[in-house]
């Protein structure tokens, strides 16, 4: 070696850890020292504090979701009478189309995954996510993705294909101008972030667990936010390398999905739907996540048979992909592929079905409070069990070549959506709301908030069964008078304002409770899980002492105090790795500091795909700025052989 | 600490780096790769479904893909992984100086795969827009072009991170082994896509 490396020990001569000679608030002072961003605009843009990054994806998710509603909105409208002009064809394709991109990649994913970024990792116990700045990229990704594609819808070039952009109506044969590229790349966008938050929080989940929880001891929670970032580990890869493979048959004139060069357009089908079908269960199963930790906590006792959930969850996981043929059906199949994917199908009802079960064994052995976060379970399982049974029966293939494609689908998609996702949704808001702000949502608006959505709900999409019935198809712009059509849809669209206004009372709550709000302190419903363990809201470093996790339920067994361990450097970010499945201690590891590079990286790489709707050479000169980026990103900042200072 | 504690172990004598599943980027480093192999893998899927509608595959009058440049290009990447493993020894053995030799050899060898599978393109006897086939061709190389030519960029870059004081740091040793390991998931994923490519369009004719 050329010369001796630099020892930091010289100007930091002492390693200062936690522990019972350093505690409470001087612990406190120093660990926020250590573990807060810069101030200002470059700070703000750099933090890695996956508290601050999952409310920015909360945040912009539920903008997102008042612009998609805004879509559904003009839809009922236009739909309200029949032969109404009002929007015309062209223009309501382009509503549906921005309405149901806007909801699956833009508002449902996104939304989960910002719960998952903020709540896993305090759940487990940890300082924060692994790859802190690839989550912060992905926050960006996500963010440009979302505002290319509503800027190409207010200039007039936003898709107009529908959210799932079929071939050939989507190729270059069909598909003119730059609608079909500006939603191929926005689905890159959010890929791209989907995928890197789903690797953060699997490597969160296995390697960054508190000593002593092990697999067996997780939150169901967090079971559903692992096996959920699994499915999109393993789904993602489908729609980035088919909308990759329809950009390049519009851009560079390749023939994937062009029959006369002996393409395929269900090529496209296969792959959208291998992705599609899992991508429900991937906005669902985390919804049903936030159910168990709903029903436990307000039933006040563990979650019935945890280990049923749990396999619940796994196995639908796994189920999932073998689903995606069933919207296919209408497309001619084999008759053994008719019977398997009904077969699969009605197969993914039995472990759903397990957990509905184990929660009413929750309420029906607990002691049950009727309070907001409960009112939506009991909400979603009603509804969610109406959208599921409409949803078995679909799986029939005689009865879907009936339905395929008219309202009644329509309705069935909502209501597994809005009553299995949206409303576990809002009750997990409410729930974690205290959590997230120190504030407590008010109660009373609550209550008149969650009986107005649920009734609105079932007024705006139940009607939708008969519509179909009747034989009213899907991505119609009118429907002509005199077909009985008239009642079901006036319904629809009264109960979608009524939805409207229950979103807005769920908006103004939230913003009227940041002030006016209840003091929450850290634990406001007596819940058994760790994030009830810090402050409400939590400190940049989540925990000044890591737990050690004896249990299922930690806080309700540590009664006489939270057992923790010690020993971690406090002038320095650093966390407790331990193994996979046991949870053992195993390493200390450091954690990255705030860095501008993932916001300037995400910028290179958004500029990058944006151009390259317009040229395929963007991606060739883009690349060398985003590699750049990308290289001063990964490159470390801190120079010394040895960054540990070794006592002297 | 909202709550009252009570301190069981201390933890201060734990290490601070490891090799294998025990570090935290292997994880990483297995996530990414599970996402890549699932896109190569749904790539080939594409490949026999399209490949499902031929009656010969290469559809005529096509002739398949020239064999040399891509049997050259396979020869190489296999031999690749002798210097590919000493690396990843070097750096579990924290021996620098080996770490840095090699590191030099592994650019080469990435530098001289590019130039041959430029010359892989030019073999390929049919364009990406003539048909279904020449697309699923060209997409399967432009895929694993893509995977080595990143490879080979991070590969440039760690060269040049352990030629600096950085080099001498435990952690960099982890990353040089995380490295290796991803080089032989590059060319691990190349086997199947070089049979496709060059093999069965023959097999197929």
């Known amino acids: 070696m050329s010369r001796p490396p630099k020892r930091p020990a010289a100007e930091k001569p002492q390693i200062v850890r936690d522990g019972p000679d350093l505690t409470g608030p001087e612990l406190a002072d120093r660990l926020d020292a250590t573990w807060a961003r810069p101030r200002g605009l470059i700070g703000w843009l750099a933090t890695v504090d996956h508290k601050e990054i999952g409310i920015r994806y909360i945040v912009t998710a539920l903008a997102f979701l008042a612009l998609g509603g805004l879509m559904a909105l003009h839809m009922r409208l236009q739909l309200m009478f029949p032969d109404s002009q009002w929007l015309g064809a062209g223009a309501f394709n382009e509503t549906f189309t921005m309405h149901g991109t806007t909801m699956m990649f833009l508002f449902a994913v996104p939304v989960m995954q910002g719960v998952q970024i903020y709540l896993a990792p305090i759940m487990v116990g940890t300082r924060a996510m692994a790859f802190p700045r690839l989550t912060a990229f992905s926050y960006y990704m996500y963010l440009f993705g979302g505002l290319f594609l509503w800027t190409a819808h207010f200039l007039h070039f936003g898709p107009d294909n529908g959210w799932f952009s079929y071939v050939p109506l989507a190729g270059p044969q069909y598909g003119i101008g730059k609608r079909a590229d500006v939603w191929a790349q926005t689905v890159t966008f959010t890929e791209i972030a989907g995928l890197a938050v789903a690797v953060t929080l699997v490597v969160t989940i296995l390697k960054q667990r508190a000593p002593g929880m092990t697999l067996a001891r997780m939150p169901i929670f967090v079971w559903a936010t692992l096996v959920t970032s699994l499915m999109v580990i393993f789904s993602m890869p489908s729609v980035a390398l088919v909308s990759g493979m329809l950009l390049s048959d519009r851009l560079v004139g390749t023939q994937f999905f062009n029959p006369v060069e002996h393409g395929d357009p269900l090529l496209w089908q296969h792959l959208f739907w291998f992705f599609g079908h899992p991508e429900v269960y991937i906005i669902f199963l985390p919804a049903t996540g936030f159910v168990s930790e709903i029903v436990s906590t307000f039933s006040r006792r563990a979650i019935f048979g945890y280990p049923v959930v749990v396999l619940s969850l796994v196995s639908t996981g796994i189920l999932a992909f073998g689903l995606w043929v069933h919207h296919m059906f209408a497309t001619g199949l084999p008759r053994v592929g008719y019977s398997f994917y009904t077969a699969a199908s009605m197969a993914v009802s039995i472990p759903t079905g397990l957990q509905i079960f184990c929660w009413i064994a929750t309420i029906w052995e607990g002691r049950p409070r009727l309070q907001v976060p409960m009112l939506y379970v009991i909400g979603f399982i009603i509804t969610f069990v109406i959208g599921g049974l409409s949803g078995v029966i679909i799986a029939a293939v005689p009865l879907d070549l009936q339905l395929h494609d008219t309202y009644f689908i329509v309705a069935h998609f909502h209501y597994v959506l809005i009553g299995g996702a949206v409303f576990p949704l809002l009750g997990a808001i409410t729930y974690w709301y205290p959590k997230f702000t120190g504030r407590m949502m008010s109660e009373r608006l609550g209550r008149i908030g969650f009986w107005t959505i649920f009734l609105g709900f079932q007024l705006a999409f139940f009607p939708m069964h008969f519509a179909g019935l009747m034989g009213m198809p899907r991505r119609v712009y009118t429907y002509p008078a005199g077909m009985g059509l008239e009642l079901p849809n006036m319904l629809s669209s009264i109960g979608s304002a009524v939805v409207a206004v229950a979103v807005l009372m769920f908006v103004v709550n939230m913003l009227a409770s940041l002030r006016a709000g209840v003091a929450a302190g850290p634990d406001p419903w007596d819940a058994p899980s760790l994030e009830w363990a810090v402050a409400s809201p939590p400190p940049h470093y989540n925990f000044a002492h890591i737990p050690a996790v004896e249990s299922r339920t930690p806080l309700w067994d540590a009664k006489d105090g939270l057992p923790v361990v010690h020993g971690l450097r406090v002038d320095e970010r650093e966390l407790i790795l331990t193994s996979v499945i046991s949870a053992a201690p195993d390493l200390r590891e450091p954690s990255a500091v705030p860095s501008i590079w993932p916001f300037i990286s995400a910028v290179a790489v958004a500029v990058t795909f944006i151009c390259s709707v317009f040229s395929p050479w963007a991606l060739a000169f883009g690349a060398v700025p985003a590699a750049a980026a990308l290289i001063a990103w990964f490159w470390p900042k801190t120079p010394g052989a040895n960054p540990e200072p070794q006592i002297t | ?205």
Not at chain 2, 20 to 36: A, K, N, P
Not at chain 2, 102 to 128: D, T
Not at chain 2, 138 to 157: K, P, S
């Open chain 2, 1 to 205: 600490m909202s709550r009252q504690v009570h301190f069981t172990e201390d933890l201060s004598a734990l290490p601070d780096h490891a090799f294998s599943y025990r570090s935290l980027t292997w994880w990483g480093v297995i996530g990414f790769m599970v996402i890549e192999g699932t896109g190569f893998g749904l790539a080939i899927a594409a490949y026999f479904v399209l490949m499902s509608h031929e009656l010969h595959w290469a559809p005529p009058p096509l002739d398949p893909p020239g064999l040399v440049a891509g049997t050259l290009f396979t020869l190489v990447m296999l031999l690749s992984e002798i210097p590919n493993t000493m690396i990843k020894r070097a750096a579990n053995e924290s021996d620098l100086p080996a770490v840095r030799r090699l590191m030099i050899v592994m650019v080469g060898i990435g530098a001289v795969l590019l130039v041959i599978r430029g010359l892989e393109f030019n073999s390929l006897h049919v364009l990406w827009y003539s048909n279904a086939y020449g697309s699923i061709i060209w997409a399967l190389l432009l895929l694993h072009t893509t995977h080595v030519g990143t490879d080979w960029v991070d590969t440039v870059v760690l060269a040049a991170l352990m030629h600096t004081e950085h080099g001498e740091t435990p952690r960099r040793f982890v990353d040089t082994d995380e490295n290796a390991l991803y080089w032989r998931f590059v060319w691990l994923c190349w086997i199947p896509i070089y049979l496709l490519i060059y093999w069965v369009p023959r097999m197929f004719r």
